[in-house]
Structures are given as structure tokens and as C-alpha cells.
């Protein structure tokens, strides 16, 4: 239904939230702010972070979408009423945002460049430290050390997401953070190269007897062998899981004369001339190596055990950079001491030192240690599958432009506890155009209710998901002026469904 009251052309440049149950001040309706910055930014033909697929005014669809690549794309400077137009808050300082634990400088310029005013710490926060101060910021940063409990979310009046720039979440209580109405984001797969690359180099290792020849050079023997040494060329590498890091693998074992058997549990096309295996047995009974990358789940529990490890073929290796638990090790320990494994490339384990330092991996920790450590031809490395500079920086890349994309677009693709909504970018020529996010609880009617409020506006576009008791709406309302801004934002605020609702314009 077309808009019939004010004029619709005036532009606001307003972001204002409201959120429910957590005491706020209320938004400011100011169209008189400053977003030079976000301005000069775009003029400079800066990246503008758009939700995936919206790219040339096509519709996206959050569903079709994948979860975790966002991406980046450059705007050409002439194209103006096509260029995503960034819908920003009326003051851009007020964006505020902690980075905690040392994250890259890469990120912080990407935010800076948004005029957003960040504070960069080095350490990680204490429970206490952080209830006292995260009141003030609108977006927290951390990688695998700062906590973030209940408590803390009870205490973030202002939070709209969190930012983990690392791969897991586990240091984020996740549903005390949808409860929130607060997203959370990571990057999970910006380090698959970095493990695929270290598999390459352990598989020539590995056959090279180089961390036996190494360790025996570093205690001033010369021990000249070429007996049971082998050329990578021309073996098989049997690569269990092909997600991103066994797919990249593939191709990179291929580069090198290898021939490629993958297992997987779902049917997956091949890269090159890689072949997938229906049953595992295959693939253990006619590979040179075998290396795991499959995540952490029951069913990957213990995986290669006694009988997986006998149905190995002789003097072949088995690698594993994926979770600790894939691998029953105390069976790898005895497969390895009869000698029917040849060697073994080992990064994780069950249980992991929480901390760097000497006698941190004794068999203290999973009673196997001593053992597995006086085994001929194993390469064992703590848990640095992933730690690569390059991964570092494709984390900080990655983790910002979602949270980019979430405070200035409200896309929350990507996020691992919230619903995953986009909307296309509003363009420079979509004038007038204001944007409803509206988190709230997944209860019957919400909708609806939200759908009363808006029945008199022009609803250009709009979509929902929801997830688990958490649900998210975009709407893209036309020509709302100041009062119907004003008025459909009290009315929003007021259902009984409201968890967070903000406004960009
Ligand atoms: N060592 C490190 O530092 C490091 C770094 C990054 C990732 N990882 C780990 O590597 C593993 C793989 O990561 P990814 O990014 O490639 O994951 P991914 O999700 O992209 O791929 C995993 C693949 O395993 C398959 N799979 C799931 N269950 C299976 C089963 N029972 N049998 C066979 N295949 C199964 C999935 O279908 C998928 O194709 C994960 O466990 C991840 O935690 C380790």
C-alpha cells in the first residue's frame, strides 16, 4: 500500500534501537548527523560489504545463501544509484567498539574506516572487568580467551553484536547472547589453506623420515638412509572429510603427482580427478596417507581405532589436523610400535595444555604422552594446524566485515546463534527508504503484529527467519517521514514480542 502522509523524499540518516527489558535511553530521532565519514569512504571507492548474492539489484534469498563467506565487493564509482547506499546511524562516533586480545590491525582500520570509534586492548578481560565496562560499547571483539557469560550479557545495555576473531565459540555463552538479541559472529574456514599447506609439508616429511633425521642431526648424529624413504609423486592420499580444507588438500596433493580418494558422508562433487569412496574401508585399504578433516562430533568419536588402523595399509601414515577426539591415540600408539604404521602427523588431542610452556604435554594430561612422544617417524605440533599470519589476517577480514554488514545493513548471515536474514542493499537511488530490524521473540502472532503497524506503509521488501526461540525481521519501508518514523518505532518497541529493534536509515 503506497505511503499517504508527509513527505516520503525527506532523508533521515537515523540508526536508533530499542531493546526491550534492558534499561536504554531513548533513540534520538536527529536527521541533522554527520555521516561524512561513511561518505568520503564510499567516494573513495572503498569495498562496501553488501549481503551475499545482492550484488546488480538481484532479489537474496538468506536461505540459498552460504553461512559462512561473506564477501566483499567494489563498487564502481560511476554506477551511482546502483551503489548500496549505507544506511548509517545518525551519529556515526556512537558506534562503539571493544576489541579485546590483541586483534588485527587489519580489522581495526576496517571499522575505523566506518567512522566507528574503536578501543583496541591487547589482553583479554576478566568477568569483573568486563561487567563494569561493556555497558558503553555497542559491538565486542574478542578472540579465544575473554569469557562472555550471562552475567556480562546482563550488563551490555547497549550491545548489538559480538565478534569472535577466531574459530570456535565456545568462550561465548551463545544463548544467553540470542537472548540478548545479540549476534554472534566468527570465521571459521579462513584458516583451511594454512592446514591443507601444513598437510603437504607433513606428508613429505612424514615420508622423508625428516623429523627422525632432524632430531637425531640436533643430538650430533649423521644418519645417511634412503631405506623406506619415499617420493610423495605418484602415491595415494585418502582424505577423510572433504569440506574446505579436505577439498583444498585435493587439489594441492594433485599438484604434487598424488592420486586422491575422498570419504565423505555426504556425495560431494570431486576437484580435479579425486574420486570419493563410498565406505571408508576403501579408502583406509588403498591409501599411502590418510588425513582426517571431518569436525568434531559423536559420530566422529574415535573414528580410526584398532580396527580402522589395522585396515591401513602397511607402512602407510595417518595425519590428523582435525579434533582431537577423531583419533583413538592410545591405538595409534600401539599401531605405530608394531611398526604397521610407518608414521603419524598428530596437531590435536582430546585434551590440550590450556597455556605455551615446557612439561605442558606429559602424560598428565592424557596418560599417552610419553608414549606416543617416543614413537619413530611422528611429527607431533600443538594444535598450530590453522596459526598462520595469512589466517590471522583473513579472520580479522572476515569477522569485521560481518559485523560491518550486521550494524550498518542488519544482515545477520553468517552468525552462529541468530537467525540468518538479508535483505539486497539498499541503493543511493532507493531515496527515502528506511529499514526495520526487528529482533524479537519466535512466539505466534509477532508477525502480525509487526504487519498491523506497517499495513499503512509501502513495504518494498521484507523477510524473516527464525531460530530456535530467537526470530528476525528486515523490512524495507518507503517514504516514512519523521512522524510515521517516529511513530511506527513506538509502536515496534511496544509489541509484546520485542527483543531489540532498530532503525537505519
Ligand atoms: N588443526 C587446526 O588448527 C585446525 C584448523 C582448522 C580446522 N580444523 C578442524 O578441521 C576439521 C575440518 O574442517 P573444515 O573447515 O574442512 O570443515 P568442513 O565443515 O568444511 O568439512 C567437514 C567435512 O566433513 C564431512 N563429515 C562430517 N561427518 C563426517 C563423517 N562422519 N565421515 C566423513 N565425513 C564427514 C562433512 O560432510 C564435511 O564435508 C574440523 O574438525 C576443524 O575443527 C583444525
Known amino acids: 500500500m503506497a505511503h499517504t502522509n508527509g513527505n516520503g523524499a525527506q532523508s533521515h540518516h537515523t540508526q536508533a534501537f530499542h531493546r ?9 530521532f536527529n536527521g541533522a548527523g554527520s555521516f561524512s565519514g561513511m561518505m568520503a569512504a564510499q567516494a573513495a571507492h572503498v569495498p562496501v560489504p553488501v549481503p551475499h548474492g545482492a550484488a546488480g539489484g538481484q532479489s537474496f534469498s538468506p536461505t ?3 553461512p559462512s563467506h561473506g564477501r566483499s565487493i567494489s563498487i564502481p564509482a560511476g554506477d551511482h544509484a546502483s551503489r548500496p547506499r549505507l544506511l548509517t546511524p545518525f551519529d556515526q562516533g556512537d558506534i562503539k567498539i ?9 580489522a581495526v582500520a576496517l571499522l575505523r574506516n566506518q567512522g566507528y570509534q574503536v578501543d583496541h586492548v591487547t589482553k583479554a578481560w576478566s568477568e569483573e572487568e568486563l561487567i563494569e565496562k561493556i555497558g558503553d560499547y555497542h559491538v565486542i571483539g574478542i578472540r579465544s580467551k575473554t569469557r ?3 552475567k556480562v550479557f546482563r550488563k551490555a545495555a547497549k550491545l548489538l553484536s559480538v565478534g569472535c576473531f577466531c574459530i570456535g565459540t565456545n568462550q561465548v555463552d551463545l544463548e544467553a547472547a540470542a537472548k540478548a538479541g545479540v549476534p554472534v559472529f566468527n570465521s571459521p574456514f579462513a584458516n583451511s589453506r594454512s592446514v591443507a599447506e601444513l598437510v603437504i609439508g607433513e606428508m613429505i616429511c612424514l615420508s622423508r623420515q625428516l623429523a627422525d633425521r632432524t632430531l637425531e642431526m640436533r643430538a650430533g648424529e649423521w644418519n645417511k638412509v634412503s631405506k623406506s624413504c619415499y617420493e610423495v609423486r605418484g602415491k595415494t592420499l585418502g582424505i577423510v572429510g572433504y569440506g574446505h580444507i579436505g577439498s583444498q588438500l585435493s587439489v594441492l596433493a594433485e599438484s604434487m603427482g598424488m592420486s586422491v580418494l575422498y570419504y565423505d558422508v555426504v556425495p560431494l562433487m570431486p576437484l580435479g580427478t579425486a574420486r570419493q569412496v563410498d565406505a571408508i574401508e576403501d579408502l583406509l585399504a588403498n591409501s599411502d596417507f590418510v588425513s582426517l578433516h571431518v569436525p568434531e562430533l559423536p559420530e566422529t568419536r574415535n573414528m580410526i581405532s584398532t580396527a580402522q588402523l589395522a585396515a591401513m595399509k602397511k607402512g602407510s601414515y595417518l595425519l590428523n589436523n582435525a579434533r582431537g577426539t577423531v583419533v583413538d591415540l592410545p591405538a595409534l600408539v600401539e599401531s605405530l610400535e608394531t611398526g604397521h604404521l ?5 596437531d590435536v588431542y582430546p585434551k590440550e595444555p590450556a597455556a605455551n610452556g615446557p612439561n605442558t604435554f606429559t602424560d598428565n594430561l592424557n596418560g599417552f604422552e610419553s608414549r606416543l612422544r617416543a614413537c619413530k617417524n611422528v611429527i607431533l605440533t600443538p594444535h598450530i594446524g590453522g596459526s598462520t599470519e595469512e589466517a590471522q589476517k583473513m579472520i580479522g577480514t572476515e569477522v569485521a566485515t560481518a559485523l560491518i554488514r550486521y550494524i550498518n ?4 548471515t553468517g552468525s552462529v546463534n541468530f537467525p540468518e536474514v538479508a535483505l539486497r542493499a539498499i541503493t543511493e537511488g532507493d531515496k527515502g527508504m528506511t529499514r526495520l530490524c526487528y529482533v524479537h521473540n519466535n512466539v505466534p ?19 524473516s527467519d527464525s531460530f530456535r526461540d530467537l526470530a528476525y525481521l528486515l523490512a524495507d519501508v518507503a517514504n516514512l517521514d519523521q512522524a510515521d518514523l517516529r511513530e511506527v518505532y513506538d509502536k515496534i518497541t511496544k509489541t509484546k514480542a520485542n527483543i531489540l529493534t532498530r532503525v537505519l536509515s
Open 148 to 150: 562472555l557469560t550471562a
Open 342 to 346: 610407518g608414521g603419524a602427523a598428530i
Open 20 to 28: 526491550t527489558s534492558l534499561s536504554f535511553s531513548p533513540p534520538t
Open 409 to 412: 545493513f542488519g544482515a545477520s
Open 445 to 463: 502472532g509477532s508477525l502480525k503484529a509487526v504487519n498491523e503497524i506497517l499495513a499503512d506503509y509501502n513495504v518494498e521488501k521484507q523477510s
Open 98 to 106: 571493544l576489541l579485546l586480545e590483541n586483534i588485527s590491525q587489519g
Open 64 to 66: 540459498s545463501a552460504s
